[in-house]
């Protein structure tokens, strides 16, 4: 017997986009003609991982073909972050446009493609595997739970699998060129969790490089 998803998996990645509205003002801002601060930034995100970018066309598809106020989805919009629709258009409206948006990025993903992220939610979104390690293993509890930061990095080694280690050290190697002083490094790590400071007598990116290698040759076997 096949049982309905729980609430929240059929329109995943709308709620991350209305996540992104969020931390913009809360409001959809956008024109047929310019998206908003928070669309460009999902934008930018769809184009690096453009399965995301058609998976959040395929949800948009479905919700404004069944309704927003359809009973059928009550219990996935009430998991909804709510987002104050554009003056003189209804929410429907307004997604319908952000899914124009989306589109016309995918076919034509030159105008996005490499650039790196500028709101702060952007940094988790680019770079989920070092999101997962700084956020996880350096948050504000970290001190409870490990003695060093080196124990804490051979905790995340032993858990991670070689692929995710793959994806870490690259991730790691891209911050690293993206925020190319040490005050945007400094932006970036807190941006991707990090409530820690590095080690003493290490600046972010001596410690950041250092862990990279250390990524890198477990990964390597």
Request: aromatic letters at 10%; a negative charge.
């Given at each position: 017997?096949?049982?309905?998803?729980?609430?929240?998996?059929?329109?995943?990645?709308?709620?991350?986009?209305?996540?992104?509205?969020?931390?913009?003002?809360?409001?959809?801002?956008?024109?047929?003609?310019?998206?908003?601060?928070?669309?460009?930034?999902?934008?930018?995100?769809?184009?690096?991982?453009?399965?995301?970018g058609t998976r959040l066309l395929r949800e948009l598809d479905d919700l404004l073909t069944v309704g927003l106020f359809s009973p059928e989805i009550a219990d996935e919009?009430?998991?909804?972050?709510?987002?104050?629709?554009?003056?003189?258009?209804?929410?429907?409206?307004s997604l319908s446009l952000v899914r124009d948006h989306v589109r016309a990025a995918l076919r034509n993903p030159e105008r996005w493609a490499g650039s790196g992220p500028?709101?702060?939610?952007?940094?988790?979104?680019?770079?989920?595997?070092?999101?997962?390690?700084?956020?996880?293993?350096?948050?504000?509890?970290?001190?409870?739970?490990?003695?060093?930061?080196?124990?804490?990095?051979?905790?995340?080694?032993?858990?991670?699998?070689?692929?995710?280690?793959?994806?870490?050290?690259?991730?790691?190697?891209?911050?690293?060129?993206?925020?190319?002083?040490?005050?945007?490094?400094?932006?970036?790590?807190?941006?991707?969790?990090?409530?820690?400071?590095?080690?003493?007598?290490?600046?972010?990116?001596?410690?950041?490089?250092?862990?990279?290698?250390?990524?890198?040759?477990?990964?390597?076997?």
């Open positions: 017997m096949d049982f309905p998803a729980a609430p929240g998996h059929r329109f995943h990645e709308t709620q991350n986009l209305l996540r992104a509205y969020g931390q913009t003002g809360n409001s959809f801002t956008d024109t047929p003609d310019t998206p908003g601060p928070a669309l460009r930034g999902f934008l930018r995100v769809a184009t690096r991982f453009p399965a995301r919009v009430d998991l909804m972050p709510r987002v104050r629709p554009t003056e003189g258009r209804s929410v429907e409206e500028e709101e702060r939610w952007e940094w988790g979104e680019f770079f989920p595997a070092v999101f997962q390690l700084l956020g996880a293993y350096f948050h504000q509890d970290f001190s409870y739970e490990y003695a060093s930061h080196r124990e804490a990095i051979e905790d995340y080694l032993a858990g991670s699998t070689r692929e995710e280690l793959g994806r870490a050290f690259t991730e790691l190697s891209e911050v690293l060129a993206v925020a190319g002083s040490d005050e945007e490094l400094d932006h970036a790590v807190r941006a991707l969790g990090m409530e820690v400071s590095p080690p003493e007598g290490e600046t972010p990116r001596q410690w950041l490089n250092g862990v990279a290698s250390l990524i890198h040759r477990h990964a390597q076997g």
